[in-house]
């Protein structure tokens, strides 16, 4: 069984940092894809960045220079840093990753049960 554990989350003051992580477990035969989503009150999930798996990465323009995706790829996780937090990042982070399990043919998306990132001014 595949699954995706998020954890870092956390309450911070306006400003502070917070480095989430999301590692993959269970019978894995490759992980093309890693992301971050997050989801706020009210509104939709909103994708955040991606980590392919030869090391490229992609970013909403929102998100360009606060928040940094890496991946560690023996360890099947992946991490957000997020830096210069404000209130309006307020949401549950969401993990997502596009893994070919083992025995199987397909690769298909997985996702985490999120994590809770509160940020107060």
């Known amino acids: 069984q595949v699954q995706l554990v998020e954890s870092g989350g956390g309450s911070v003051q306006t400003g502070g940092s917070l480095r989430l992580s999301c590692a993959a477990s269970g019978a894995i035969t490759s992980i093309s894809a890693m992301a971050w989503y997050r989801q706020a009150p009210g509104k939709q999930r909103e994708w955040l960045a991606s980590a392919i798996s030869m090391g490229n990465t992609n970013y909403a323009d929102s998100m360009k220079g606060r928040f940094t995706i890496s991946r560690d790829n023996a360890k099947n996780t992946v991490y957000l840093q997020m830096n210069s937090l404000e209130p309006e990042d307020t949401a549950v982070y969401y993990c997502?990753?596009?893994?070919?399990?083992?025995?199987?043919?397909?690769?298909?998306?997985?996702w985490g049960q999120g994590t809770q990132v509160t940020v107060s001014s």
């Open positions: 997502n990753a596009a893994i070919k399990p083992t025995g199987s043919p397909f690769t298909r998306a997985y």
